[in-house]
T-cell receptor, first 111, second 113 residues
Framework: KQEVTQIPAALSVPEGENLVLNCSFTDSAIYNLQWFRQDPGKGLTSLLLIQSSQREQTSGRLNASLDKSSGRSTLYIAASQPGDSATYLCAGSGGSYIPTFGRGTSLIVHP | DAGVIQSPRHEVTEMGQEVTLRCKPISGHNSLFWYRQTMMRGLELLIYFNNNVPIDDSGMPEDRFSAKMPNASFSTLKIQPSEPRDSAVYFC???????????FGSGTRLTVV
C-alpha cells in the first residue's frame, strides 16, 4: 500500500525566499504524482501533475520534480509571496490508480 | 466546465439523523472518489467508483456509511445514523483517467452535534 510523507509539516518564511517542499512515497511503481494547494476552508486546487515517465513539470514560479528511484518529489517555489500561504499536498497514484495523500505542508509567507 | 459540484456546502445535523452528501463529477470523467478530511487523519479515501461501479470501498468506516453512483453524472454518500465523530469535510473528486490527474470539488463541511 502506498504511503506518502511530507516534510516539513509547517514552514514560515519571509517574502522573496525560494523554498522547497518535500514529498516521499514508499511504492516506486508510482503512476503519477500530483501537487495540490488548499487554502483554509477551501477545496484542493491542482498545481502540477507529473507522470511516471516525466522528471519534472513547471508552471510559473512552481517547479515539481519526480525521482521514482529514490521515492521522492519536490515542489520548488521561487520568489515566494504572501499569496502563496496555504497548505500544499502531494498525492501519489500507484497501480490501483487511487491517489494517496500526504498530510501536507502548511506554508506561511510573511511580508 | 463547472468542475466537480458538491452539495450541500455545509451541513449541520443532530446525532442520529440521516445525512446525504451529493456529487456531480465532470462530464466525461469515468472515475469518482469520495474522501474525508480531518485534522487528526488528513485526507482518507472512503470509496472509489469506476464506470459507476464501486471498485474499492475498504475505506468506508462502518456500515453506517454507504455510497451509490446510479449514473455517470451523480453520486451520493449517505451516513445513517450520523455521529459526532463523523464531523469532517467530505470531498468528491473525479478523473477521466490517471494520465489527466484528479479534480476535486469544494467539499461539504459536515457537523454532527
Amino acid at each position: 500500500k502506498q504511503e506518502v510523507t511530507q516534510i516539513p509539516a509547517a514552514l514560515s518564511v519571509p517574502e522573496g525566499e525560494n523554498l522547497v517542499l518535500n514529498c516521499s512515497f514508499t511504492d516506486s511503481a508510482i503512476y503519477n504524482l500530483q501537487w495540490f494547494r488548499q487554502d483554509p476552508g477551501k477545496g484542493l486546487t491542482s498545481l502540477l501533475l507529473i507522470q511516471s515517465s516525466q522528471r519534472e513539470q513547471t508552471s510559473g514560479r512552481l517547479n515539481a520534480s519526480l525521482d521514482k528511484s529514490s521515492g521522492r518529489s519536490t515542489l520548488y517555489i521561487a520568489a515566494s509571496q504572501p499569496g502563496d500561504s496555504a497548505t500544499y499536498l502531494c498525492a501519489g497514484s500507484g497501480g490501483s490508480y487511487i491517489p494517496t495523500f500526504g498530510r501536507g505542508t502548511s506554508l506561511i509567507v510573511h511580508p | 466546465d463547472a468542475g466537480v459540484i458538491q452539495s450541500p456546502r455545509h451541513e449541520v445535523t443532530e446525532m442520529g439523523q440521516e445525512v446525504t452528501l451529493r456529487c456531480k463529477p465532470i462530464s466525461g470523467h469515468n472515475s469518482l472518489f469520495w474522501y474525508r478530511q480531518t485534522m487528526m487523519r488528513g485526507l482518507e479515501l472512503l470509496i472509489y467508483f469506476n464506470n459507476n461501479v464501486p471498485i474499492d470501498d475498504s475505506g468506508m468506516p462502518e456500515d453506517r456509511f454507504s455510497a451509490k453512483m446510479p449514473n455517470a453524472s451523480f453520486s451520493t454518500l449517505k451516513i445513517q445514523p450520523s455521529e459526532p465523530r463523523d464531523s469532517a469535510v467530505y470531498f468528491c473528486a473525479s478523473t477521466p483517467g490517471t494520465t489527466y490527474g484528479y479534480t476535486f470539488g469544494s467539499g461539504t463541511r459536515l457537523t454532527v452535534v
